[in-house]
């Protein structure tokens, strides 16, 4: 939305489903115009895809590994309102397998995460909005001129002129067909049916299992991605903490799977990919 303009002046309040980086730039921008916005988050805190876990020592970046900036105005928008101090250039080898013993680079290009967690953007960007946590929209109804927003536990959150949902599609669908808006929501079939399930899993080595590259896509079943979370700045652990990634097909099939049998298998599909023997 920065490089769009149109004519907000009768919309007054505005509600956005969802504290992902869309929802809180959405808010931010719209603050901006002097509208007053309210963002609310299912979750303890802001993050979306931006997500990390808690581990000892510090944390793994399991959701979006890194993001890029093709449009110019982002870069300067993430410097004013999250500051530089929260993300940085990732300054990694990465690459991408093409058969079992052959590897490529990635194509250049500088790739950025947060500091010194992936959640610090979004926390630093929550800072500029009025974001309600813990509280998870179930329904929208609409009146004359306003829509009403209710919570999972039949709370009226309030009258709006305007609502964004910024969830993802499967939530976003749920919503609106809870709302009685099916024909809103028959519009994301398509965008549900694209959005595929990750195993995620977070190792940890004394000592790096693969020196040749800190992210890197495998051509393996059951594995795609592997990054080196601790070669990100500003992470100060002990060892390396390792973040894998497990192919759409793969999850599918094991969607069940208890999770300590999963993270074996996808140790194991490592272990198959680069050929290292050392323990996490």
Same mark, same amino acid.
């Given at each position: 939305?920065?490089?769009?303009t149109?004519?907000?002046?009768?919309?007054?309040?505005?509600?956005?489903?969802? %504290?992902g980086?869309s929802?809180?730039t959405?808010?931010?921008q719209? @603050?901006?115009l002097?509208? /007053?916005?309210?963002?609310f *988050?299912?979750s303890?805190?802001?993050?979306g895809?931006?997500?990390a876990k808690?581990?000892t020592?510090?944390?793994?970046?399991?959701?979006?590994?890194?993001? =890029?900036?093709? &449009?110019?105005?982002?870069?300067?928008?993430?410097?004013?309102f $999250?500051g !530089? *101090?929260?993300f940085?250039?990732?300054?990694g @080898?990465?690459?991408?397998?093409? &058969?079992?013993d052959?590897w490529?680079s990635?194509p250049?290009? =500088?790739?950025?995460?947060?500091?010194p967690?992936m959640?610090?953007i979004?926390r $630093? #960007?929550?800072?500029?909005?009025?974001?309600?946590t813990?509280t998870?929209?179930?329904?929208?109804?609409?009146?004359?001129?306003?829509?009403? #927003?209710f919570?999972?536990?039949?709370?009226?959150?309030?009258d709006?002129?305007?609502v964004?949902? =910024?969830? !993802?599609?499967?939530q976003?669908?749920?919503?609106?067909? +809870?709302?009685?808006? +099916?024909a809103?929501? %028959?519009?994301?079939?398509?965008?549900?049916?694209r959005?595929l399930p990750?195993?995620?899993?977070?190792?940890?080595?004394?000592v790096?299992p693969?020196?040749?590259h800190?992210g890197?896509r495998?051509k393996h079943?059951?594995?795609?991605?592997?990054a &080196? &979370?601790s070669?990100?700045?500003?992470? /100060?652990?002990?060892g390396?903490?390792?973040v894998?990634?497990?192919?759409?097909?793969? =999850?599918? /099939?094991?969607?069940?799977?208890?999770? *300590?049998?999963?993270?074996?298998?996808?140790?194991?599909?490592?272990? *198959?990919?680069?050929?290292?023997?050392?323990?996490?």
């Open positions: 939305m920065f490089n769009q149109f004519d907000s002046s009768l919309i007054r309040r505005i509600a956005i489903v969802g %504290s980086l929802g809180l959405a808010a931010i719209l @603050r901006g002097g509208h /007053d916005v309210t963002v *988050e299912k303890r805190g802001p993050g895809r931006l997500a808690r581990v020592g510090g944390s793994a970046d399991m959701g979006a590994q890194y993001f =890029t900036s093709r &449009n110019p105005d982002f870069l300067p928008f993430l410097h004013k $999250a !530089p *101090e929260s940085g250039p990732w300054k @080898r990465f690459g991408f397998q093409t &058969n079992a052959k490529e990635f250049e290009e =500088t790739r950025y995460v947060g500091i967690r959640t610090a979004t $630093a #960007l929550s800072g500029h909005a009025h974001v309600v813990e998870r929209v179930a329904r929208l109804a609409r009146n004359d001129q306003s829509w009403s #927003l919570s999972t536990a039949g709370s009226h959150l309030g709006f002129d305007a964004i949902v =910024t969830a !993802p599609p499967a976003a669908r749920e919503l609106l067909a +809870d709302s009685g808006l +099916d809103l929501a %028959s519009h994301l079939d398509e965008p549900v049916s959005v990750c195993w995620a899993v977070a190792a940890h080595f004394p790096s693969w020196p040749h800190e890197m495998c079943p059951a594995l795609f991605w592997v &080196n &979370n070669s990100k700045p500003g992470r /100060d652990d002990e390396q903490w390792w894998l990634h497990a192919s759409p097909a793969w =999850t599918e /099939d094991n969607v069940d799977t208890p999770a *300590e049998e999963v993270a074996e298998k996808l140790l194991a599909a490592f272990r *198959e990919t680069t050929g290292f023997d050392t323990g996490p």
